[in-house]
């Protein structure tokens, strides 16, 4: 009888033994998986195809240009386009040198864009520091009339500027073109970057280096400006891209074709009778365009964090 009741028992629960249901389970569990991620891939796919598409108008102006620097005046001026050119040649760059010192030119826009950017950096550092930081009567007004910079055009100032450049003596020359917009209104906005990203900074990391002996320029030299790599990486962007497109200013203070910077040299390229020489015109404009690509390309990631960090904190 014992035995009997023994064997009539229920065997307990317990896992499930290896290679019969474990194995059901999860092929059951993993085949729902399949059709989702197919959907999602197909999602990626046609979201890619979508970007291809809208970017065809930004991208397609860049290929003409590129392309048709490497076509003779005839082909550019065919009543149906190529979009390739049918006999390739580098003639057009060759003219680019030789008709006007486009070298010399080239360095002007690159050294002047260089100190631009630098200086720039600098001030706006200092100034969105201490806006962010310091705390003195009248900091908030001074900071609106400061921003009140960003609304008022260049054409406004560019006479009573004029006047000022030309009575010290600075009249040909690249100081205006340095010195201005460091200390004008094109540093309004990279001082507003900065001080918006100053304000996003914990105080804690402050406070730590106090403890070590820091005073204000310490805090904010081993502090602040390390940490600030992104939002400086915005902010250079935007200045040098300013100063090497900057074209009113230049033919303002500017006279000699030895001081002229890119802008103002690509309207040069004209033939005889004042006609645009266009292969060399978009041969000039393919190689100045080139630094600004290599910019954007190699600070892309530290660009669209500074602008991420510039709405933390009003």
Do not use: C
Request: glycine share 8%; charged share 15%; aromatic share 12%.
């Amino acid at each position: 009888m014992k035995s009997d009741v023994l064997t009539d028992r229920p065997a307990p629960a317990g896992p499930p033994t290896p290679g019969r249901a474990g194995p059901t389970r999860s092929r059951a569990s993993s085949r729902p998986a399949r059709p989702g991620r197919r959907r999602r891939r197909w999602r990626r796919w046609v979201l890619v195809a979508v970007l291809l598409v809208l970017s065809l108008p930004f991208v397609f102006p860049t290929w003409w240009m590129a392309t048709s620097s490497l076509k003779p005046m005839s082909e550019i001026l065919r009543s149906v386009p190529t979009l390739w050119p049918q006999d390739p040649t580098f003639e057009a760059y060759g003219r680019v040198f030789s008709l006007q010192p486009f070298a010399e030119q080239y360095w002007n826009s690159l050294y002047i864009a260089a100190l631009v950017t630098g200086g720039t950096m600098l001030v706006s550092a200092m100034a969105g520091y201490a806006f962010a930081r310091i705390r003195f009567p009248g900091a908030n007004a001074l900071f609106l009339l400061v921003l009140v910079g960003l609304l008022v055009p260049s054409e406004v100032t560019i006479v009573p500027l004029f006047r000022l450049v030309n009575s010290a003596g600075l009249i040909d020359t690249h100081w205006p073109l340095i010195v201005i917009p460091v200390l004008g209104a094109p540093s309004v906005l990279a001082t507003f970057i900065m001080r918006q990203f100053f304000l996003g900074l914990p105080h804690e990391l402050e406070e730590a280096g106090r403890l070590d002996g820091l005073g204000r320029w310490g805090l904010f030299w081993r502090v602040a400006m390390p940490l600030s790599r992104s939002a400086l990486a915005a902010v250079a962007i935007f200045t040098f891209l300013k100063s090497w497109n900057l074209y009113l200013e230049p033919i303002v203070y500017l006279s000699s074709k030895d001081h002229f910077t890119l802008p103002q040299a690509l309207t040069q390229y004209v033939d005889a009778y004042g006609g645009p020489m266009w292969n060399v015109q978009l041969a000039a404009t393919t190689l100045t365009v080139l630094p600004v690509l290599a910019v954007f390309l190699v600070a892309q990631k530290q660009f669209v964090q500074g602008l991420a960090h510039t709405g933390l904190k009003g």
